[in-house]
């Protein structure tokens, strides 16, 4: 069984920073990409920001700029520093892992953090 566990979250002014943490542990054979989602209320889960296993990223388009994912191999941490946030940017967000277990590609996911931009 895999584990992820968010912190990081909270309420921040407009135009402040977060920085969110994912940290995975289990049986993890390989990992194919880490990543970022998020899900306001009424709206789908969307990508934020996914880095794969060759440090190659992608992102959602209207957040280039502004957030970074990055990671730590070695204890398998998925971080999304988040700048100058918007009141569009209140959302839960989820870190997602494409991962190997025992031989069989998986989808995991954390439980959810919110981050509330408000003044």
């Known amino acids: 069984q895999v584990q992820l566990v968010e912190s990081g979250g909270g309420l921040v002014q407009p135009g402040g920073s977060l920085r969110l943490s994912c940290a995975a542990s289990?049986?993890?054979?390989?990992?194919?990409?880490m990543g970022w989602f998020r899900q306001a209320p009424g709206k789908q889960r969307e990508l934020v920001a996914r880095?794969?296993?060759?440090?190659?990223?992608n992102y959602a388009d209207s957040l280039k700029g502004r957030f970074t994912i990055s990671r730590d191999n070695a204890k398998i941490i998925v971080y999304l520093q988040m700048n100058n946030l918007k009141p569009d940017d209140t959302a839960v967000y989820y870190c997602?892992?494409?991962?190997?277990?025992?031989?069989?590609?998986?989808?995991?996911w954390g439980q959810g953090i919110q981050v509330t931009v408000s003044s």
């Open positions: 997602g892992l494409d991962l190997q277990q025992l031989g069989v590609r998986k989808d995991a």
């Open positions: 289990g049986s993890i054979s390989g990992i194919y990409s």
């Open positions: 880095i794969y296993s060759d440090g190659s990223t």
